[in-house]
């Protein structure tokens, strides 16, 4: 065998070597895309928590200042039964704030049952963050993995890599699955 017929085997073997390559590139440009969508996706979601939570101590707020509003009238109340000198016009006041004080302490109930209901939806939201970012960190690894491929010409790494990747794909997508 001649040396020149040497140098042309070599090449071949590079080129074939290059060609196998391909799908690692195609594998790697793949996960890029996926750990860009992924990481969107959590971002989105971090942020939809972080507006729920202020939604519901906004409605927390509202209950607080309900159920102080309602302290108060009870409070004056309790003072205008006990005073020993009563007239109509105090009895209608009285009757008045017994009124109030009825349909306050039902929408303190509703306004109770909408802040519980705002914190499971951040609950939800915090589960589903917590999913996309445990996705997008698996991603990443099957990336950094699966470019040891390129460097290392071995394709163990490449499978492992793939493995990660379709680890923090399926974790991914169960964020959509919690309900």
Request: net charge neutral; glycine share 6%.
């Amino acid at each position: 065998m001649e040396s020149n017929e040497v140098g042309e085997l070599h090449e071949q073997h590079e080129r074939a070597r290059e060609g196998s390559l391909r799908s690692v590139s195609f594998t790697m440009s793949l996960l890029a895309v996926l750990v860009a969508i992924v990481t969107v996706l959590g971002h989105r979601t971090h942020t939809e928590a972080v507006l729920q939570q202020a939604r519901a101590s906004d409605e927390w707020n509202l209950y607080q200042a309900k159920k102080i509003r309602s302290y108060d009238t009870q409070l004056t109340v309790d003072l205008l039964n006990s005073r020993p000198v009563r007239d109509a016009a105090s009895s209608k006041v009285v009757a008045g704030y017994t009124a109030h004080l009825a349909k306050w302490n039902q929408e303190l109930n509703e306004e109770q049952v909408k802040a519980k209901d705002l914190e499971a939806e951040v609950r939800k939201s915090e589960r589903h963050a917590t999913r996309f970012d445990l996705g997008e960190a698996l991603l990443e690894i099957g990336l950094v993995i699966t470019s040891i491929t390129l460097l290392t010409r071995q394709r163990p790494y490449w499978y492992l890599g793939l493995a990660f990747g379709a680890a923090g794909f399926g974790i991914a997508v169960w964020a959509f699955l919690i309900r």
